[in-house]
């Protein structure tokens, strides 16, 4: 790119690497969190692993978030129903304007989950969940924004996307329905995608999506927790460690001028006594955030086992063969010990736990869907111990030869 031209909002990735269609590193300098991209052919031939059918049969699950949206065009309204639903619930609906939404479907289903693999280009405790929507035609959500990143790929079907990419879009929402909805939206982009195709909007764009025809889309987004999110367990987790005899003091007092006033100085003595509850330890301020990340918009987490494997009994039955499966729940991630631990010290997140290891082992734990015997024998000892932890936490389930059959 050369001046001060703009990097294309629409390219086709059969005329380079998918799924953007360019280097990620290109992507990510001129399009993440900047801009909008529109990728042709991001996933050439893409056939759904998933049928409405299966769609609508999840959202019927407990434990499953759902959410069902129609449209009255007529009126204008919308009407918002939340599941789990019932088998007889889909069966009455019209054949337009309506969309039946299922978040975490990742976690329910195996194929769904394998896409990720096609975005390591990104940090992987930055992607949330994958969202798969059936519109029937004409169904939508309405215009609206969202506050973090999402990849909008077509599975099945065709979409109607409009989107405002202006400079100072409108904001507004509206006040007369259920959802967040845009009060005004002046597209600036008219795109029907196909099967394969994926839209890339980063947070803050308005977009409105509309079925051409009975079609499936997967939303993968992003985890981006607000900041005072992030400030409320910031500071929650400080309360909870501090010492009680850190409080506020004022072994300087003077005779006050009007003893019923909150003077200056007293303010600085507020702000001295909350300062004594920073984290000036890296090491601590990264553990709290691992801890938070891997928690963070979490539906459902491992339960610990009440009766949980021997470590011996689980070596013993890698050894035979058995595999260690990640719980489709479980959050992992890790980063280096930054200070007294040793160039090669790590620590492993794990559902808000930590785990110190080595920084091999703790990268190989997080990016291991399995583990299987050699992967195992090649972990260092704490490496070892934190599988056996981990799988009595129940973010591991063991799976031997007669569970297959």
Request: glycine share 8%.
């Amino acid at each position: 790119m050369s001046g001060s031209a703009q990097p294309a909002l629409e390219i086709d990735a059969a005329r380079g690497p998918s799924p953007l269609g360019m280097p990620p590193a290109e992507f990510l300098r001129d399009y993440w969190q900047k801009r909008p991209l529109l990728v042709r052919n991001a996933f050439p031939g893409f056939v759904s692993p998933i049928e409405p059918e299966d769609l609508a049969g999840l959202a019927c699950e407990d434990g499953v978030l759902a959410r069902l949206i129609e449209h009255d065009r007529a009126s204008d309204g919308w009407k918002v129903r939340h599941g789990p639903f019932a088998e007889y619930d889909f069966p009455g609906l019209p054949d337009h304007d309506w969309t039946l939404l299922v978040q975490d479907v990742d976690k329910w289903d195996a194929d769904i989950r394998a896409l990720l693999a096609r975005f390591g280009f990104l940090p992987r405790w930055r992607i949330d969940d994958i969202m798969v929507s059936f519109a029937a035609t004409g169904g939508s959500v309405g215009a609206h924004v969202d506050q973090y990143d999402v990849f909008l790929l077509q599975a099945h079907g065709q979409r109607r996307w409009q989107i405002d990419a202006g400079t100072s879009p409108s904001l507004d929402f509206r006040n007369d329905v259920d959802i967040r909805l845009l009060r005004e939206f002046h597209p600036t982009h008219d795109w029907v995608l196909e099967p394969g195709d994926m839209l890339y909007l980063p947070p803050g764009v308005p977009h409105h999506g509309v079925a051409e025809s009975p079609c499936l889309t997967f939303s993968v987004g992003m985890r981006a927790p607000a900041a005072a999110e992030l400030l409320g367990d910031y500071a929650d987790t400080l309360a909870a460690d501090a010492p009680d005899e850190l409080r506020y003091a004022d072994p300087d007092l003077a005779l006050p001028g009007d003893a019923t006033e909150i003077d200056e100085v007293a303010i600085q003595r507020v702000e001295a006594a909350l300062r004594q509850l920073r984290m000036d330890d890296p090491d601590r301020f990264g553990d709290w955030f691992g801890s938070f990340i891997t928690t963070y918009r979490s539906a459902v987490l491992p339960v610990a086992d009440d009766h949980p494997l021997p470590r011996a009994a689980m070596e013993q039955a890698l050894t035979d063969g058995a595999l260690l499966w990640r719980h489709p729940w479980s959050r992992m991630a890790w980063r280096r010990a930054r200070q007294g631990s040793g160039a090669d010290a790590a620590r492993l997140y794990a559902g808000g736990i930590a785990y110190p290891l080595a920084t091999d082992d703790a990268g190989r734990l997080a990016a291991a869907d399995s583990i299987d015997a050699a992967l195992y024998a090649g972990l260092g000892e704490a490496g070892r111990a934190a599988v056996a932890a981990l799988l009595a936490a129940g973010h591991y389930r063991l799976e031997q030869e007669e569970d297959e059959a």
